[in-house]
């Protein structure tokens, strides 16, 4: 079990107050958890610590530390909200008392799924560390599901894939998101993961085995161009990643050029860019593949250079280039803001808020809908707000209160999959904007994304500079241009074009209020 000692090591930047509060978190934690055990028969205290060991590593402050520490005391009668308000403070309590709401109620199958995202959402418009909390807790118990019950297990692997992973991904915490899915993958499909995992093996052992030999030559090469503190790993890609890919590649692993990549990772911007002109003086890269995510980031945050090149020795491989600072929140994503280190104890509170925030305006707000609370909900909503200082921006409380015409789980749940959890493209706009949308969307998602106005007068769409149809599939990198007029409008057939369910909500409300227009002219 991980000492107390152990998470306050691995904490960063603790006064000598953040360490008595964690040393009293871990002890309260022990004595209400002292006697029970978990499924696999460790004593229950050996989960918290883990939790909060975790929490530690990834940069969170002292009092997310702390609540991980405590993220499952409210499960004991004795123990309340109050109570830990009193021993631990505000904070601390608030962020108890949310991780405790999110797993209270049970629901089944897509119900649950659904309801589940809407907590998460809800618990998260209030402080983000809730959610990482509540993550870092989901991924201890994946460790251990061989222990539960098998007629829980393919249930929770799922809940993992489709709502935790892609949140963890969306909050750019890579490294956690791949582990989720892989953790996941043998409970969902037990054949396909043999299967995905034998054409790893057999594909790796080449692969690597070429790589180990490029990674020679990267190092060489950037000595001599005169690199002194640069390091380099081999990242393999994940098996439930393979296996997605695998599905849009026929089965076909000798399509897959990422299936083990090179990282590079050097001190600054410009060593960046250095490095890359290095490798490709080494290797040619394959044309229309260079991927800057440095000068373009992905809305999760996640900053790289990309290159795919073709080389003798292990024939097309990707290579990475990254500072450690984009390594670091490739790795733990927008956790990796929340420490002492990173903002100034000073502060911590309102920077921390504001990069809480900031992942969920790439949200499409279609998939935002809870039911509407009473006046009384409201007005406790507020005094939690109140209470503990932490005030969201408006369009945030607009988000999280929003309720609109799709309110079914089941509906709700088809949204989510399609707009916020499915693989992504990124596009550009003229000015050099990026569009965050799921693969298969069209200009006229596109436009919707954009605005609302700019869908609903698409007159024409150019990609690349070329006309193109509104059912034209995009992809990575194109730049892409709305026409509009004003006299173009809605018609039924871009239902059909659209893929995003933003864009069909849209649509759909435009053809309703012209339908209106045209009665109330009729009537006239």
Not at 141 to 149: D, I
Request: hydrophobic share 40%; glycine share 6%; net charge positive.
């Amino acid at each position: 079990m991980v000492s107390v000692k152990e998470i306050i090591a691995n904490t960063k930047g603790l006064s000598s107050d953040d360490e008595a509060l964690i040393k009293k978190a871990y002890s309260f934690a022990e004595k209400v958890h002292a006697g029970y055990t978990r499924y696999s028969g460790e004593p229950y205290m050996v989960h918290p610590a883990a939790v909060a060991e975790h929490l530690a590593k990834m940069g969170m402050d002292a009092q997310s530390v702390s609540a991980g520490l405590l993220h499952d005391v409210l499960k004991d009668k004795n123990i309340n909200e109050t109570i830990l308000e009193r021993e631990f403070g505000r904070e601390v309590a608030f962020l108890v008392g949310s991780i405790s709401k999110l797993g209270k109620h049970k629901y089944h199958g897509i119900v649950r799924h659904a309801e589940s995202l809407r907590r998460l959402l809800v618990a998260t418009s209030a402080d983000i560390r809730a959610l990482i909390i509540r993550i870092v807790d989901r991924y201890h118990n994946m460790l251990t599901l061989q222990y539960v019950p098998e007629n829980k297990q393919r249930r929770i692997a799922l809940e993992t894939v489709d709502i935790f992973a892609p949140i963890a991904d969306r909050l750019g915490m890579g490294q956690l998101k791949s582990k989720l899915e892989d953790l996941s993958f043998p409970y969902i499909d037990p054949d396909a993961y043999k299967h995905t995992l034998e054409l790893r093996k057999l594909k790796n052992k080449e692969t690597e085995e070429g790589l180990v030999q490029i990674k020679k030559t990267v190092q060489r090469e950037l000595v001599k161009k005169g690199f002194v503190d640069f390091s380099t790993d081999i990242r393999v890609k994940g098996l439930w990643s393979l296996h997605q890919k695998l599905k849009r590649k026929n089965d076909d692993i000798s399509n897959i050029y990422d299936l083990a990549a090179l990282r590079v990772i050097v001190p600054t911007v410009d060593d960046c860019y250095r490095a890359i002109g290095v490798i490709h003086q080494l290797w040619k890269p394959l044309p229309g593949i260079f991927k800057d995510y440095i000068s373009f980031e992905k809305p999760n945050g996640y900053q790289s250079l990309h290159t795919t090149v073709v080389t003798n020795k292990a024939g097309i491989v990707e290579i990475q280039v990254r500072t450690k600072e984009m390594h670091q929140r490739a790795q733990y994503g927008v956790a990796s803001h929340m420490s002492y280190k990173v903002l100034g104890k000073d502060a911590t509170k309102s920077a921390s808020e504001s990069l809480s925030f900031s992942w969920i305006r790439g949200l499409i707000p279609s998939l935002l809908r809870f039911s509407k609370r009473s006046p009384v909900q409201q007005r406790t909503r507020d005094r939690e707000h109140r209470r503990t200082k932490r005030v969201a921006p408006d369009w945030l409380k607009d988000l999280a209160d929003a309720h609109a015409s799709i309110a079914g789980a089941k509906e709700f749940i088809t949204g989510l999959k399609e707009d916020f959890f499915s693989y992504r493209v990124f596009v550009f706009t003229p000015r050099g904007d990026v569009v965050d949308l799921p693969i298969q969307s069209t200009p006229l998602d596109f436009a919707y994304a954009i605005h609302s106005d700019i869908g609903n007068h698409l007159q024409g769409a150019k990609v690349n500079g070329k006309l193109v149809s509104f059912n034209s599939p995009l992809n990575n990198g194109d730049v892409v241009e709305a026409i509009t007029g004003k006299s173009a409008h809605p018609t039924a057939k871009w239902l059909e074009y659209a893929y995003t369910s933003l864009a069909r909500k849209q649509i759909r409300s435009a053809l309703s209020e012209s339908t209106k227009m045209k009665h109330l002219r009729t009537k006239r």
